[in-house]
């Protein structure tokens, strides 16, 4: 069974400083892929970025870095510069090798930028 | 293009009603999914179609639950003698048949409110 765990329910950060969310996960697939979306208070789910189990490199999408530590299983999510429209909860997530491609979510981590 | 989107917004209703949801994907996006999401948590899956056939079906998807997509498009998710544990939002998201990376695009979301 697949599990995404992220422990921090919460988090501030300045404006303009970077900021580390937690994402831990567990899966006995040798392949899978790793998301991350942000939610804000209107619901939408927004993507973010993604890591497939066998990148090398750690992805990058313009403010939004993951940490990919494989050893480790984990997946943090990197945001840098934060803006007060960060705001906003964060959901970590997974799909595994099964031909459904839905994913598993975290239980998330509010953030909230402050100026 | 147009998103997912998702019709009602809210719903509030009484205990015991029935209600129904409906998704339209975005054209062309041959796989739809539906999740729940309870307040503090993250998205939980109930069941996805690829084109009009349902092939998974959560636990979470009680016999009071059924989602249909009759043509391949849009899709309903109703709910019979609804429960005031129904209350939550309920997410819908599609997919193209060949996708890369396999991120979900997501909807708004229909927020069910049971009184």
């Known amino acids: 069974a697949q599990k995404i765990t992220q422990t921090q329910p919460g988090m501030f950060v300045q404006e303009k400083e970077a900021v580390t969310l937690d994402c831990t996960y567990d899966?006995?697939?040798?392949?899978?892929?790793l998301f991350w979306y942000k939610q804000p208070s209107s619901g939408e789910m927004i993507f973010l970025i993604y890591?497939?189990?066998?990148?090398?490199q750690n992805a990058t999408e313009g403010r939004y870095s993951l940490n990919f530590q494989k050893a480790r299983k984990s997946a943090n999510l990197v945001i840098s510069a934060s803006q007060l429209g960060d705001s906003a909860m964060y959901f970590c997530a997974m799909r595994g090798m099964d031909s459904s491609y839905k994913l598993i979510f975290g239980s998330g981590t509010r953030l909230l930028v402050r100026p | 293009d147009t998103g997912v989107s998702q019709d009602p917004r809210h719903k509030i209703t009484k205990r015991g009603q029935n209600v129904t949801f409906r998704c339209d994907p975005i054209?062309?996006?041959?796989?739809l999914y539906w999740y729940r999401q309870t307040l503090g948590q993250g998205p939980e899956f109930l069941t996805y179609f690829q084109n009009e056939a349902q092939l998974e079906k959560s636990r979470l998807l009680s016999d009071r639950f059924s989602a249909e997509r009759p043509k391949g498009s849009f899709s309903t998710l109703e709910i019979q003698r609804t429960e005031q544990g129904d209350s939550a939002m309920y997410l819908c998201?599609?997919?193209?048949?060949?996708?890369?990376?396999?991120?979900?695009?997501f909807g708004e979301g229909s927020r069910l409110t049971v009184l």
């Open positions: 998201a599609s997919i193209p048949g060949l996708a890369e990376t396999g991120e979900l695009f």
């Open positions: 899966t006995s697939d040798q392949s899978y892929g």
């Open positions: 890591q497939g189990s066998y990148d090398e």
């Open positions: 054209s062309e996006h041959n796989r």
